[in-house]
């Protein structure tokens, strides 16, 4: 049979809310007409969800590898159609309303993510932490970072295309897997919408598999990772140019009493430094997540390794130390002249250093 819908659930002990979840999908299914395969992706499950899954038509797809995101990433690879929704089996998603997601699929949207917020939440069915502090805060630095559209980041329902999917290329194992679709489809410039949903209660008598604390850092740290501009760049160029302001300052400014000097030069100088190493890290965190297929390609990418080279790094790393070294010759009883030269110097060091990691980071491409 072909279908046109795959409904996707991650599973891992759910025997108390699964054939419930099933059975709404089933109902869709029945309203709806659309030809659609419901995949349980079990995730090494010890109870008897595997046998609920198939005694009602379920297709159970067995993942070894532990982990939310592992688990949708198999059961999404065992689809065969090209509409794909995923959603929850503890029964806070209503599956016989997933109409409007099939919708916004046919219309040619690559990612449709269901807004809680919208839709409305039922009494009970999030704790205040993750209403009002945990999905918010994480949500807003989303769409921050990323200039996605997408306000409800931590929805578990949505759908996307298999073609999208693909692109995305998702890595992580788990719960920042619905982190990581959001950043890498608005990364990929996907076409993205949300749809309002209502989330219910979890009908389970155990605690969820979600923890608030960690799981709420690991998409936090997912993000920070994913945007080294906000990690790196930013601050980094913040701290360089106060650093080197207040250094150009004191350099061309008016005599100051001398324990002032001995004590706000330093600083800059150390703020410049630190600016100029996460100006480093950022160009290198770059390099490697696009190595690591953890960001895509862009552009401006491919066009900076053919601007910047070992040897341009080399040479300009050379030239810096070598004005450090004759401003320190000439200007060594001038205190601050003599803390610029050992700036100048450090600058050129790392230049040199970081022209040798960055060309080996991209060794595939400079070869």
């Known amino acids: 049979m072909s279908y046109e ?10 025997e108390e809310t699964l054939a419930k979840s099933i059975l709404m999908a089933k109902d869709f299914i029945a309203n ?3 030809a659609t395969e419901i995949i ?19 297709r ?8 939310y995101g592992s688990a949708l990433r198999g059961g999404i690879e065992a689809a065969n159609t090209e509409f794909i929704i995923m959603g929850d089996a503890d029964n806070s998603h209503d599956f016989t309303e997933i109409l409007p997601f099939v919708e916004k699929l046919r219309e040619g949207y690559d990612l449709v ?12 069915a999030m704790s205040f932490k993750n209403k009002y502090i945990g999905n918010p805060v994480l949500s807003f630095l989303g769409r921050l970072f990323f200039k996605t559209n997408i306000r409800d980041f931590h929805s578990g329902l949505r759908g996307f295309t298999k073609t999208a999917y693909r692109k995305m290329d998702l890595q992580t194992t788990g719960m920042e897997f619905a982190s990581e679709m959001i950043v890498k489809a608005s990364l990929l410039k996907l076409k993205t919408t949300e749809v309002p949903i209502v989330m219910h209660p979890d009908g389970r008598s155990r605690p969820p598999h979600l923890r608030p604390w960690r799981d709420g850092w690991r998409h936090l740290r997912f993000m920070l990772l994913y945007s080294p501009k906000w990690l790196f760049l930013f601050p980094g160029a913040l701290f360089l140019l106060f650093g080197l302001i207040g250094m150009a300052y004191f350099i061309f400014s008016a005599d100051y009493p001398i324990h002032i000097i001995y004590i706000r030069v330093p600083v800059f100088a150390g703020l410049s430094l630190l600016g100029f190493q996460f100006v480093i890290f950022y160009a290198l965190t770059r390099v490697y997540a696009v190595q690591q ?17 070992l040897e341009k790094g080399i040479v300009f790393g050379l030239l810096l130390m070598l004005s450090g070294f004759v401003l320190y010759f000439f200007k060594h009883k001038d205190f601050v002249l003599n803390v610029t030269a050992i700036l100048l ?5 790392q230049s040199i250093l970081f022209g040798f ?4 980071l991209g060794l595939k491409k400079t070869l």
């Open 5 to 14: 819908l795959s409904i996707v659930i991650p599973c891992l002990n759910e």
């Open 32 to 34: 709806s007409g659309i």
């Open 40 to 58: 349980i992706a079990d995730n090494g499950s010890t109870d008897r969800s595997a046998e609920i899954a198939k005694s009602l038509g379920a």
């Open 60 to 67: 159970v797809i067995e993942v070894k590898e532990k982990g």
């Open 113 to 124: 993510v269901g807004n809680r917020f919208d839709g409305g939440i039922v009494d009970g």
């Open 293 to 309: 297929k953890l960001m895509p390609k862009t552009k401006r990418y491919d066009g900076f390794f053919k601007i910047f080279t």
């Open 345 to 349: 110097i450090l600058f050129g060091l």
């Open 357 to 360: 990691f960055f060309s080996i």
